[in-house]
């Protein structure tokens, strides 16, 4: 029989079931289960690690078949040999198939994998077009999420003029929700005729999407000495509330300059906290990056000026096709994506980013 681990892979994941074990034992202790932000860290990473004990434990059974073949193999007579070294043969095939899972398992996983994501849109150039079109993309997103069984919360919202979205602020919550949405982050580009344009002609509109995963207090402690809370009167949606009450929020952290804003609550209190929700949000992400440089480059491409020569994505509707820029990617079936059928492509984006860390770790 080959090597059973000739890369080593099963060796380096040893170490992993080891940390799976103690991580049980800290799921039973009093002291984590009375600690939530820690209980859910430790659940977290006990939930990782349960395939790689799986695919450990599978490789030591196969390991202990096929020595146990290989022995009998030495006192088989020929009969018994060819049906041995075909069970052999077959136990080298199901190891070269284990080893490729434990070279995935391998890929060091996402720090926020698991978590909510908030993610922003925002209308930016070709006027009211884009705006619209920025309603086009939330739209999407919702029916993502509701075909992917997620949930999304609107945190703010301000809708422009004809209907379409100026800004947009919301909060997607689901178990895989980062890991497919940390890709749309990014100026999204559409080419298509305008309701505004009365000659037919194709106008190339643009809207950025920020992708940010949420933290918690815990994580990300903010001084209230370096913010500076402005109230005032709501503006926009809000029924009977709106100008009634300053009950709308700005808040902004002056160390960084991020500035926040809430208004869709009828509470201040309320719009406080949401306003806070995502200034810590912002705050990790520039933590992030500031310490990453290739999350830094990706911080940078989300928040691009949303600029028609920037773009991470293009929607053109004329011939149905919608082309991912950063892999090469074009699928000609734009209204099925639009209608929230996203994996055709986030699947391929998913599929090159493995490929990327599996050739990063050889």
């Not at 146990?68 to 095939?93: F, K, N, Y």
């Not at 086009?136 to 919360?153: F, P, S, V």
């Not at 207090?217 to 509330?241: F, K, M, P, T, W």
């Amino acid at each position: 029989m080959r090597d059973a681990d000739p890369h080593g892979l099963f060796g380096r994941l040893a170490h992993l079931a080891d940390e799976h074990r103690e991580l049980e034992a800290r799921l039973a202790d009093p002291a984590t289960l009375a600690n939530s932000a820690e209980l859910q860290r430790v659940s977290r990473r006990y939930r990782e690690l349960t395939a790689v004990v799986e695919v450990v434990d599978a490789h030591a059974r196969l390991v202990a078949d096929a020595a146990a073949a290989e022995e009998l193999l030495e006192v088989a007579d020929a009969q018994e040999r060819t049906g041995l070294i075909a069970e052999i043969e077959r136990i080298d095939e199901l190891i070269e198939a284990l080893a490729e899972r434990a070279q995935v398992l391998l890929i060091p996983a996402d720090p926020d994998a698991g978590r909510a994501v908030i993610m922003e849109i925002r209308g930016a150039e070709g006027g009211e077009e884009a705006n619209l079109f920025a309603r086009d993309l939330l739209d999407m997103y919702r029916a993502y999420a509701q075909r992917r069984g997620w949930t999304i919360e609107v945190l703010t919202t301000d809708v422009s003029d004809l209907g379409g979205i100026n800004h947009v602020t919301f909060v997607v919550r689901g178990e895989d929700a980062w890991e497919r949405l940390k890709f749309e982050g990014g100026p999204h580009r559409v080419q298509r005729v305008p309701v505004t344009e009365s000659q037919g002609r194709i106008h190339t509109s643009s809207a950025t999407v920020a992708v940010l995963p949420e933290v918690d207090e815990v994580e990300v402690s903010i001084d209230d000495r370096d913010l500076d809370v402005d109230v005032y009167r709501s503006s926009g949606a809000g029924g009977q509330h709106v100008n009634t009450t300053d009950s709308a929020v700005r808040i902004t952290h002056r160390p960084s300059g991020i500035v926040v804003t809430m208004q869709d609550e009828r509470s201040q209190i309320q719009n406080r906290a949401r306003a806070m929700q995502v200034l810590r949000a912002r705050l990790h992400a520039l933590a992030i990056a500031d310490r990453d440089a290739s999350r830094s480059e990706q911080r940078r491409s989300q928040l691009g000026g949303g600029g028609r020569s920037e773009k991470i994505r293009t929607y053109n509707f004329k011939e149905s096709r919608v082309t991912d820029h950063r892999i090469g990617l074009t699928v000609h079936r734009l209204p099925d994506v639009l209608a929230g059928d996203l994996d055709h492509v986030i699947e391929p984006l998913l599929l090159d980013e493995r490929e990327r860390l599996l050739a990063s770790d050889r």
